[in-house]
């Protein structure tokens, strides 16, 4: 959605950064300027180049020193008016700098709790940043990680961390997660043998291909969208 937030989250190795990647390599075919901030782990030129992104017109930001540094860089973007599209990958990776920084910038130790110091920051960043976002019409797309929430309870479930704010300026929630193993692709292949007498024999067997995703569509305040906590099933 132009000048809107959809979040996609889900458990890892479920094909999230595959298909923000697409979406982003669909974005530069349309003439969009895409600008792809990542949090986690460094991804291999390779990979880009797999979907068919022209790093030559992406601007790529690398491991933001803290979250504020990352949002800064969206706030900046869009109120300028210069980005179609704005990728954090992932909301999980952004480190307010109350979580490492103390007084004066001092280097805070590990031992010190941060107690929803994601979700205060980015309830801030929303409220100054969300009509900068509108007016450009600019898409933001946040990735999230699936986390266990409801701790302590008698009901533990998987849920998307970031506080209320995200839910509540979110135009779109995706959640992706992996299908039932019977639903995977396969395809039939015929294992040969040849045995004692030198006859040829083969088997048919059926192997996996990949498998099969579960998009959920938790929230949308699209009219033309499909309904909210609808499921569509992706091969």
Partial sequence: KQGGHTIVWGQYSVGKTALILNTL?????????????????????????????N????????APENAEQALEAMRTLCKN?????????????LSPKSSTEGKEGAERSLEKKDVAALALTLSNFY????????????????????????????FTRQG???????EFYAYQII???????????????????????????????EEETGFSIVFKLEKTNS????????ELRIP
């Fill in 55 to 62: 790093l030559d017109n992406l601007v790529y930001i690398e």
């Fill in 81 to 93: 008016k210069v980005i179609d599209l704005f990728i954090i990958d992932s909301i999980n990776g």
């Fill in 175 to 205: 959640q992706m997660r992996k299908d039932e193993k019977s639903n995977n692709p396969n395809r039939s292949i015929k294992l040969y043998t040849l045995n004692d007498v030198g006859k040829v024999t083969y088997k048919t067997v």
């Fill in 223 to 230: 009219s033309k969208s499909a309904r909210e906590k609808s």
């Fill in 160 to 166: 998307l961390s970031g506080g209320k704010a995200q």
């Fill in 25 to 53: 390599s669909n974005a530069q075919k349309n003439g969009k300027l895409v600008c792809y901030v990542n949090t986690e782990k460094p991804i291999d030129r390779e990979r880009f180049e797999f979907f068919g992104i």
């Fill in 127 to 154: 409220n100054k940043v969300n009509a900068h976002v509108f007016r450009s019409k600019s898409a933001v797309i946040w990735i999230g990680q699936a986390r266990t929430q409801g701790i302590g309870t008698y």
